[in-house]
């Protein structure tokens, strides 16, 4: 009996810290292979490179863990940044600028809450459909022009407290965030609950609808500062910045170890995939790989890691069930 | 006839994390012979027949098809010997047609990897004169009948040439007319020489057809007759060993006041006009056939499903239910029938599962308290006696008692005053079933009251103090402890007990 409980332990163990192995492992690999990959500079560079994508993915964790999912992200970003930049060259405030580049991001994702518990429309299509609408406003409503001279937002971008980057202290803090709201609070216990098994969730008298909306409303406020973000670190209001951004912020998670089953994912995993991701293509670059070969390399490590951890879950269930799980236990038929 | 064993197994045991499911198993069907395997739920009939259909691999012991040796690795490959299961509760995809699913997977071919829709035209109006079926091939599932689809899963078998059918509890959800068109079908299949095992705990049934009646307990085989050597009270007693009513860890509690009044509840999904109240310190049971709501009357009851009329009174304090939070805060929880539905959540560990439904007395202002949450926990759990290895494993890894477990510490630590138990011992062995009846009489001499819905009437029988009987969503009968009998219980169920006129 012992030996098996020392398995099992070791599984969990393995499964989960296994991403913090790959990265450290990724660490000293890229450092070997290029001796400049662990300077501060560098390092901060990538950090900062990565800020935007990885407040997005701390949101999509949030979602994922609760069974959903945003699509809309990047457009979002998108008419958020560019609402909140106007507004900037209207009034002069940033804190005005700021809270507007929030209230958009949480007002689309109210929507998307909305749609997806109110209508029962799937998350995909929910988020899908605003993906479309909100890219749709940000060109209307800027006439598809950018906003150039945006003056001192771009400090949200481009300042620093000593060698950190602002994008980064907001990442760190957005992370902290996403930490605490998943290990420490019943709402985070909650999402994992409603992702896990929605139907026992709801049978423990957890408000189901409250969760979901509050998760995307969560995720609509990373998403408003990831707009604010995006644009001052591009020094221009944008409407078409941002698009595929949705899919770079879902690589981090799933990396990180986000199950889209729902019900499991961590900060730290999805900052871990956040790097591992900002990393390779880090290195790639410094290695000079060329830029079209980086994306098949991308995404076959997308299809590596989930289908290792795919694998990894099928041979434990095997291991502890004698393969007890593996047809559909009969749905009851009902008439 | 007795060389002509078409399945045997021999010595066959499996055993799932904590459960020993299957012992040393030994069986036979003949040719031209119905053998009806009964048992209690949780017996192991399920997985003996999952291992035969081999869905599962037993940890030892063989099978031989015919008298040759076989491995059966897959349902693929039980087909391909001749081995055809019937499941009791059906899948199948609604919105294929009775041809398409005749054939399914083995769809005949044309040049090109074409399906070929003429051949099976012409083999399915085949079929269905043959057996004398009045079908049309282009229905769509979704529109056929339970017992209908159930013909159609023994045509599949005749159209393999099958010759070992097997059927699990083939009748849990047909009418008596299907049952009567259902019995001449196995008899027409016997009198061709096919072997069928005939899954049943119903005593009528399986005196009407079978040859032969092994009787398995606890993951043994107790005892395989002819029918003949057999009588009903016979096989009730080796079904359920020596516990028959007696056994069950019941003690006389003191009731109390009328803690719980349900009047004149009705509701969509199948109850209609309910009454009835429980008192403090009271097991109050709720027996009835498959579908006759009692489930659905204490989904609604516990606010996850909706009621259109009728009153609930909490120590006499009306209540609203609309959602399962109302109930709770008025004292009232659920453990579901449907554990891995409605119970766990697989993926996340015991401790989370077990704080699931009371966060509020370990969050503060959203915050979590750790260590207390811990303590908690483990006391709850060493209580009920959950066997795991730390409080930190998934729930997905223990065995079904202990998730039951899991489920029951959830609501402990809600401390509620009425309990719903909705076949709390479904699935789960017989350990594990003692710990749970220990623990309700516990529950009851604290004070609490219980709600037991249950289809096992010897569990019922010896753990209630009071019984409610359900047919058709209303209550058809109510008895006290000493009126307990089988009989009496199935008479209301079956409502044959109406008085005059």
């Known amino acids: ?335 | 006839m007795t060389q002509n064993l078409l399945l045997e197994v021999k010595h066959i045991s499996k055993a799932f994390p904590g459960v020993k499911a299957l012992d040393d198993v030994s069986f036979s069907v003949k040719a031209g012979s119905v053998h009806v395997l009964c048992g209690e739920n949780g017996a192991g009939k399920s997985t003996l027949m999952k291992i035969i259909n081999g869905i599962y691999q037993p940890d030892s012991g063989e099978t031989f098809v015919r008298g040759e040796k076989v491995h059966i690795g897959s349902p693929i490959k039980a087909g391909e010997l001749g081995i055809s299961m019937i499941f009791q509760e059906l899948n199948y995809t609604p919105e294929m047609s009775i041809e398409e699913s005749l054939f399914v997977g083995r769809w005949p071919k044309k040049r090109f990897g074409l399906i070929d829709w003429r051949s099976i035209r012409e083999r399915t109006l085949q079929l269905l004169e043959q057996e004398n079926l009045p079908y049309d091939p282009e229905t769509k599932l979704k529109d056929l009948s339970i017992s209908n689809l159930q013909m159609l899963e023994i045509l599949k078998a005749v159209s393999r040439d099958s010759d070992v059918i097997i059927m699990d509890e083939p009748t849990s959800s047909i009418t008596n007319k299907e049952i009567e068109i259902l019995f001449q079908k196995i008899d027409n299949l016997r009198a061709r020489g096919k072997a069928i095992v005939y899954i049943s705990h119903k005593m009528d049934e399986i005196f009407r057809i079978a040859d032969e009646i092994s009787i398995l307990r606890d993951g043994r085989v107790v005892e395989t007759r002819a029918k003949d050597e057999f009588d009903i009270d016979s096989v009730i007693a080796l079904m359920v060993g020596r516990t028959l009513g007696h056994g069950y860890p019941k003690e006389d509690v003191a009731r109390g006041e009328t803690v719980l009044e349900v009047e004149h509840f009705s509701g969509p999904s199948g109850f209609d006009d309910v009454s009835f109240h429980v008192k403090k310190g009271e097991i109050v049971g709720f027996a009835g056939l498959v579908g006759a709501g009692r489930t659905e009357l204490v989904r609604a009851l516990f606010g996850l499903d909706e009621h259109f009329h009728g009153t609930v009174k909490v120590h006499g304090n009306p209540i609203k239910i609309r959602s399962v939070q109302d109930s709770i805060k008025s004292g009232i929880v659920m453990l579901s029938e449907d554990r891995r539905r409605f119970g766990i959540v697989p993926v996340r560990d015991v401790k989370e599962n077990v704080t699931l439904a009371s966060m509020e007395q370990f969050f503060k202002n959203g915050h979590l308290y750790t260590a207390k949450e811990r303590s908690k926990v483990e006391e709850i759990c060493g209580r009920i006696n959950v066997k795991m290895p730390s409080i930190d494993v998934q729930v997905s890894t223990l065995s079904g008692g202990n998730q039951q477990k899991v489920v029951l510490s959830k609501w402990m630590l809600q401390d509620p005053d009425i309990l719903i138990l909705d076949e709390p011992t479904r699935g789960i062995d017989v350990g594990a079933k003692v710990e749970i009846y220990k623990l309700m009489t516990t529950l009851v001499k604290e004070g609490k009251s219980i709600i037991m819905v249950s289809s096992e009437l010897p569990e019922l029988i010896g753990m209630c103090d009071r019984m409610y009987v359900m047919a058709a969503g209303r209550i058809t009968g109510e008895l006290e402890r000493a009126e307990f009998s089988q009989e009496t219980i199935m008479r209301y169920a079956m409502n044959m007990a109406r008085r005059a006129s």
């Open chain 1, 1 to 335: 009996m012992s030996s098996l409980i020392t398995r099992e332990k070791w599984q969990t163990i393995k499964s989960r810290y296994s991403i913090y192995l790959v990265l450290i492992v990724m660490i000293i690999a890229c450092n070997l292979l290029n001796e400049n990959f662990l300077s501060s500079r560098n390092i901060a560079n990538i950090s900062a490179q990565i800020s935007v994508t990885t407040i997005l993915a701390f949101g999509e964790t949030l979602l994922i863990i609760a069974g959903l999912l945003d699509l809309s992200c990047g457009s979002v970003l998108a008419l958020a940044g560019v609402m909140s930049v106007f507004i900037y060259k209207e009034t002069g405030s940033m804190p005005v600028a700021f809270g507007i580049g929030l209230l958009f991001g949480v007002a689309c994702n109210y929507i998307n809450g909305i749609l997806v518990w109110n209508f029962r429309i799937p998350a995909f299509i929910a988020t899908l459909a605003m993906m479309t609408v909100a890219r749709g406003i940000s060109l209307l409503f800027t006439r598809g022009q950018n906003i150039y001279q945006i003056g001192d937002y771009v400090w949200f971008g481009q300042g620093q407290v000593g060698f950190v980057p602002i994008p980064v202290i907001f990442m760190v803090i957005v992370g902290i965030l996403t930490w605490y709201i998943l290990g420490h609070t019943s709402f985070g216990r909650s999402l994992y609950a409603v992702g896990g098994n929605e139907e026992a969730a709801r049978a423990s008298g957890i408000n189901i609808g409250r969760i979901k909306i509050g998760a995307y409303l969560i995720n609509g406020a990373f998403v408003g500062l990831a707009g604010i973000l995006m644009m001052a670190r591009t020094n221009v209001g944008a409407p078409n910045s941002g698009q595929g951004y949705e899919f770079e912020a879902l690589t981090a998670a799933i990396i990180g170890g986000t199950s889209f089953s729902g019900g499991l994912g961590t900060a730290g995993g999805t900052l871990a995939g956040a790097f591992i991701v900002g990393f390779l293509n880090n290195i790639m670059n410094l290695t000079g790989v060329d830029s079209y070969l980086q994306q098949v390399i991308k995404g076959a490590i997308i299809a590596l890691a989930v289908g290792y951890d795919m694998w990894a879950k099928l041979n434990r269930t095997k291991k502890t069930l004698g393969a007890a799980r593996i047809p559909n236990e009969p749905k009851e038929a009902k008439k």
